[in-house]
């Protein structure tokens, strides 16, 4: 006899695990992420990783089309990383997100770059600002005051 299992997720189950495996990734590709990252502009980065070589990536969280759909603030993350992604779960609807940047496709254990970004260099004043922030947020996590 053959039974079909089907698991269906919440919203932010999804949200959860898909944020899991894309700090994953980037960890697995030698950057260090943080999850959850205020911007200068006031907006919140779901991932924000720092590359080895100062590179900065902010990778935007989307648990389903309609999150996407009701969430059109993606381009205001742009001025604040070298490269941008989406990352959504590999049942996601292909097709529906804009080409220009990157996708990375992850679960709660890990995840693959599907499309690389466009690279978009930041100016170095802004670099050098954004990687103190980040750092002293890493730091402050660390020592969870």
Known sequence: ????????????ETTLAVTRGAARLFADLGWAPLLEVGLPNGRRADVMALGPKGEIAI?????GIDDYRTDRKWGEYLEFCDQFYFAVSPDFPEGVLPDEPGLIVADGFGGAVVRPPPHAPLAGARRKALTLAFARLAALRATGV
């Open 1 to 12: 006899m053959d039974v079909a299992i089907t698991l269906a997720f919440s919203r932010p």
């Open 59 to 63: 990778a935007e969280v989307k648990s």
